[in-house]
């Protein structure tokens, strides 16, 4: 039976640890048994009991207190001991007969696009635990009312996706902030469904007019360079998200398991066959 990490990323609030509950309840109403890993070492509440949890290894309190880090040093501490202490990871990846974990994600981006940590995370659970990879990049839905705070946030989606050199789906979460009409009426955040479009499916070319506006003249030679880079590469593209949408969150889930061809020789077990330990509903 194959092995399968979604590993759920993206900056601060963007939606990490209530996405990974919604493709849980999603994937257990569906009769799959999926896993919670959580990765963040400073987190503090969960729906869904961590089956795996970075805090049973080290937490940041205490290495923030033993080794008098602040937070973001301190998190790459935990981190550098995780990786020193694989025999922990191999003990408690080793308790399940079907793999198909989340891992949640503290959501300092330079995790992602700075440090090779995450990278060497990820090259360990393929390499050497036979995992198939899938990484989420989420960026929220505000990024788009502010044209250059958009470019920043599909920079930073690139370059995760070239850091942690696995399938990558980038996703544009909290949509129901910005429900946008099929008929063209401008909604609430002031677009259409084609405007929205523009966003989802970057078209850089016709954004950078209105980046130009918002920026001084100076970068406007800047604004250029990165569309066109976009443009050249078209690597990112946003699925939307709607966390609190059960068809939105099955559609990302679909996704993933295409990304990871998951479930070509599985089938899914009944929900009386799950363990349910997590989940508390059989
Ligand atoms: N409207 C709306 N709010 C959402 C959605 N997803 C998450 N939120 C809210 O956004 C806030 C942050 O959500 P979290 O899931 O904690 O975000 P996170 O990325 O895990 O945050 P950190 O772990 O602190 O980086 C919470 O108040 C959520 O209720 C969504 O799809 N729509
Ligand atoms: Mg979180």
């Not at 080793?94 to 440090?115: K, R, S, V």
């Not at 044209?147 to 946030?153: E, M, R």
């Amino acid at each position: 039976m194959g092995r399968y990490a979604v590993l759920v990323t993206g900056p601060a609030g963007s939606g990490k640890s209530t996405l990974c509950s919604a493709l849980i309840t999603h994937a257990h109403s569906a009769g799959r048994n999926v896993h919670l890993f959580n990765l963040d070492p400073a987190a503090e509440h969960f729906e869904y009991a961590p089956a795996i949890d970075i805090r049973e290894l080290v937490s940041l309190a205490d290495v923030m207190e033993e080794m008098g880090l602040g937070p973001n040093g301190g998190l790459v501490y935990c981190f550098e001991y995780l990786l020193e202490n694989l025999d922990w990871l191999e003990e408690q990846l080793g308790a399940f007969d079907d793999d198909y974990i989340i891992i949640d994600c503290p959501g300092q981006i330079e995790l992602y696009t700075h440090t090779p940590l995450i990278t060497r995370l990820l090259s360990i659970l393929t390499t050497t635990y036979n995992f198939r990879l899938c990484s989420l990049y989420l960026l929220e839905s505000n990024f788009i009312d502010d044209a250059p705070k958009y470019f920043a946030g599909v920079m930073s989606a690139m370059s995760s996706m070239i850091n942690l050199d696995c399938a990558c789906i980038n996703v544009m979460s909290k949509m129901d902030l910005v429900k946008s009409g099929d008929t063209g009426e401008k909604t609430q955040g002031g677009r259409n469904r084609r405007e929205l479009q523009r966003y989802l499916d970057p078209d850089p070319l016709l954004l950078v007019e209105e980046a130009n506006s918002r920026t001084n003249p100076k970068f406007h030679a800047l604004n250029q360079a990165l569309v066109q880079l976009i443009d050249d590469f078209s690597m990112v593209s946003f699925m939307p998200l709607d966390s609190t949408d059960e068809d939105s969150v099955g559609s990302l889930l679909s996704h993933v398991d295409n990304a990871m061809q998951y479930g070509e020789d599985e089938e899914p077990k009944e929900p009386k066959d799950l363990d349910g330990g997590d989940f508390g509903d059989e």
